[in-house]
Protein backbone atom coordinates (compact mmCIF):
# COMPACT_ATOMS: atom_id res chain seq x y z
CA UNK A 1 0.00 0.00 0.00
CA UNK A 2 1.39 3.74 -0.75
CA UNK A 3 0.30 6.25 1.56
CA UNK A 4 -2.85 4.63 2.59
CA UNK A 5 -5.86 7.09 3.58
CA UNK A 6 -6.85 5.49 6.74
CA UNK A 7 -7.35 9.13 7.99
CA UNK A 8 -10.44 9.65 5.54
CA UNK A 9 -13.06 9.40 8.55
CA UNK A 10 -11.22 11.64 10.70
CA UNK A 11 -10.28 14.25 8.33
CA UNK A 12 -14.51 14.48 7.56
CA UNK A 13 -14.94 14.89 11.30
CA UNK A 14 -12.70 17.52 11.69
CA UNK A 15 -14.02 19.38 9.02
CA UNK A 16 -17.75 18.89 9.56
CA UNK A 17 -19.30 18.97 12.90
CA UNK A 18 -21.72 16.50 11.51
CA UNK A 19 -22.96 14.63 8.59
CA UNK A 20 -25.91 16.84 7.98
CA UNK A 21 -23.40 19.85 7.24
CA UNK A 22 -21.78 18.44 4.98
CA UNK A 23 -22.25 19.94 1.23
CA UNK A 24 -23.82 18.64 -1.68
CA UNK A 25 -20.08 19.16 -3.38
CA UNK A 26 -16.80 19.06 -1.12
CA UNK A 27 -13.43 20.55 -2.15
CA UNK A 28 -11.32 18.06 -0.64
CA UNK A 29 -7.23 19.95 -0.34
CA UNK A 30 -8.41 22.49 -2.41
CA UNK A 31 -8.25 20.38 -5.41
CA UNK A 32 -10.39 16.97 -5.38
CA UNK A 33 -13.84 17.73 -5.80
CA UNK A 34 -16.16 15.06 -3.93
CA UNK A 35 -20.03 14.46 -3.76
CA UNK A 36 -21.74 14.32 -0.63
CA UNK A 37 -22.45 10.81 -1.02
CA UNK A 38 -18.53 10.38 -0.50
CA UNK A 39 -18.39 11.86 3.24
CA UNK A 40 -21.92 9.72 3.75
CA UNK A 41 -20.06 6.46 2.39
CA UNK A 42 -17.34 7.31 4.95
CA UNK A 43 -18.41 8.72 7.85
CA UNK A 44 -19.25 5.72 9.98
CA UNK A 45 -16.42 3.73 8.37
CA UNK A 46 -13.88 2.06 10.60
CA UNK A 47 -10.94 2.13 7.80
CA UNK A 48 -9.36 -0.84 10.00
CA UNK A 49 -11.93 -2.87 10.43
CA UNK A 50 -11.47 -6.38 9.00
CA UNK A 51 -7.68 -5.96 8.51
CA UNK A 52 -6.41 -8.24 11.29
CA UNK A 53 -7.72 -11.05 9.46
CA UNK A 54 -6.25 -10.70 6.54
CA UNK A 55 -3.44 -13.13 6.17
CA UNK A 56 -0.75 -12.25 3.02
CA UNK A 57 2.13 -9.95 3.93
CA UNK A 58 1.56 -6.13 3.07
CA UNK A 59 3.90 -3.80 2.68
CA UNK A 60 3.05 -0.08 3.57
CA UNK A 61 5.43 2.72 1.78
CA UNK A 62 4.27 6.32 3.76
CA UNK A 63 6.75 9.66 3.28
CA UNK A 64 7.59 11.03 6.75
CA UNK A 65 6.48 14.29 5.62
CA UNK A 66 2.95 13.29 3.98
CA UNK A 67 0.86 16.29 5.00
CA UNK A 68 -2.44 14.41 3.41
CA UNK A 69 -1.56 11.42 5.24
CA UNK A 70 -0.23 11.28 8.21
CA UNK A 71 2.12 8.22 9.31
CA UNK A 72 0.69 7.71 12.63
CA UNK A 73 -2.07 6.01 10.26
CA UNK A 74 0.25 3.42 8.67
CA UNK A 75 2.15 2.98 11.88
CA UNK A 76 -1.35 2.10 13.14
CA UNK A 77 -2.11 -0.29 9.79
CA UNK A 78 1.03 -1.88 10.71
CA UNK A 79 0.51 -2.99 13.93
CA UNK A 80 -3.11 -4.21 13.21
CA UNK A 81 -1.79 -6.30 10.33
CA UNK A 82 -0.64 -9.97 11.01
CA UNK A 83 2.28 -9.75 8.69
CA UNK A 84 2.78 -6.15 7.95
CA UNK A 85 5.82 -4.02 6.95
CA UNK A 86 6.15 -0.10 7.27
CA UNK A 87 8.70 1.21 4.86
CA UNK A 88 8.87 4.86 5.62
CA UNK A 89 10.67 7.41 2.94
CA UNK A 90 12.23 10.18 4.80
CA UNK A 91 11.18 13.79 3.80
CA UNK A 92 9.00 12.36 1.20
CA UNK A 93 5.50 13.89 1.00
CA UNK A 94 2.34 12.70 -0.36
CA UNK A 95 2.12 10.71 -3.93
CA UNK A 96 6.03 10.62 -3.84
CA UNK A 97 6.23 13.27 -6.27
CA UNK A 98 10.27 13.92 -6.19
CA UNK A 99 12.24 12.15 -8.24
CA UNK A 100 14.26 10.78 -5.06
CA UNK A 101 11.34 9.43 -2.72
CA UNK A 102 9.46 8.13 -6.18
CA UNK A 103 12.52 6.07 -6.50
CA UNK A 104 13.02 4.76 -2.85
CA UNK A 105 9.55 3.84 -2.77
CA UNK A 106 9.88 1.69 -6.16
CA UNK A 107 13.05 0.42 -4.73
CA UNK A 108 11.43 -1.05 -1.57
CA UNK A 109 8.32 -2.55 -3.48
CA UNK A 110 10.91 -4.28 -5.95
CA UNK A 111 12.77 -5.44 -2.96
CA UNK A 112 10.07 -6.70 -0.91
CA UNK A 113 8.47 -8.53 -3.70
CA UNK A 114 11.46 -10.00 -4.36
CA UNK A 115 11.86 -11.20 -0.85
CA UNK A 116 8.14 -12.82 -0.50
CA UNK A 117 8.71 -14.57 -3.56
CA UNK A 118 6.27 -12.87 -5.84
CA UNK A 119 9.44 -12.01 -8.56
CA UNK A 120 12.50 -13.47 -8.87
Known amino acids: M????YNIPDELH??????KDVPEEVNYYGWVR???CYAEDAWNLDAYAGVENFRQPVLIVH???DTAVPLSYAREAQRR???ARLQVIRGAGHMFQDERSFGEAMDAILVY??????IA
Open 34 to 36: LGR
Open 113 to 118: LQKIGV
Open 14 to 19: QHFASL
Open 81 to 83: YPD
Open 63 to 65: GDA
Open 2 to 5: LYPA
